[in-house]
């Protein structure tokens, strides 16, 4: 069964303080990871991704570490603003054959970042 | 933002009636999906569609069935809705099916749909 694990599932940073949240998945096969962003009322927007290749990938303030052996990634918010308040959704994918593939989220992590 | 418009925005249902939620882009994309988004869940992919009348079922396809007609639009159809359906659906699209290669999913804004 393909699964992507994501904790915490709610999280409370201050300001400027970093914010961690951790995925792990069982299938070797996914060869492409996003972190996705949400605000309420809104569908999610990619925010980062990267692929099993590399160790960490760093946008601005969000970086990804990637673990391949113990099949683990996290996303790293560093100094946290107010306005990254939102849920974030890591993912995994895999080409399933046929040219088609299947993207499996994470439940979720509820991030509120308090002035 | 893509330019996928997600109709109806919010539904309110009976159960045992049927709902079509509507997903039309601009983009051209060939790959389309459905997606509902539960409290600790997160978001389950419903079906998918990788061009005109191709589509596949993803991980929780049951009560559920699609079409694709047209490039632009992907209907999903619930035949005879349940409490249990109640949920925010949310369409997607890709421009190819191996996200590795382009890098993104687009969302549309989602449908919020209550089956009382």
């Known amino acids: 069964q393909q699964q992507v694990k994501q904790s915490p599932q709610s999280l409370i940073v201050q300001k400027g303080g970093i914010s961690i949240i951790n995925c792990a998945y069982e299938?070797?096969?996914?060869?492409?990871f996003p972190w996705y962003q949400q605000f309420p009322g809104k569908g999610p927007a990619l925010l980062i991704a990267i692929r099993p290749d590399v160790s960490e990938k760093k946008e601005g303030r969000f970086t990804i570490s990637f673990n391949k052996s113990a099949k683990q990634f996290s996303l790293h918010i560093m100094d946290s603003q107010p306005g990254d308040s939102a849920t974030y959704f890591c993912?995994?994918?895999?080409?399933?054959?046929?040219?088609?593939?299947?993207?499996?989220f994470g439940k979720g992590t509820k991030l509120s970042v308090i002035p | 933002d893509a330019g996928i418009t997600q109709s109806p925005r919010h539904k309110v249902t009976e159960t045992g009636t049927p709902v079509t939620l509507r997903c039309h882009q601009t983009?051209?994309?060939?790959?389309m999906y459905w997606y509902r988004q539960d409290p600790g869940h997160g978001l389950r992919l419903i079906h998918y569609s990788y061009g005109v009348k191709d589509t596949d079922k993803g991980e929780v396809s049951d009560g559920y069935s699609v079409s694709r007609s047209k490039t632009e639009d992907f209907l999903l159809t619930l035949e005879s809705a349940t409490s249990s359906q109640t949920s925010v659906y949310f369409c997607a699209i890709s421009q190819t099916g191996r996200l590795a290669s382009t890098g993104e999913l687009f969302f549309g804004e989602g449908s919020r749909l209550t089956v009382l």
């Open positions: 983009e051209n994309h060939r790959y």
């Open positions: 299938n070797t096969a996914f060869d492409y």
């Open positions: 993912a995994a994918s895999t080409n399933s054959g046929a040219g088609s593939y299947q993207l499996t």
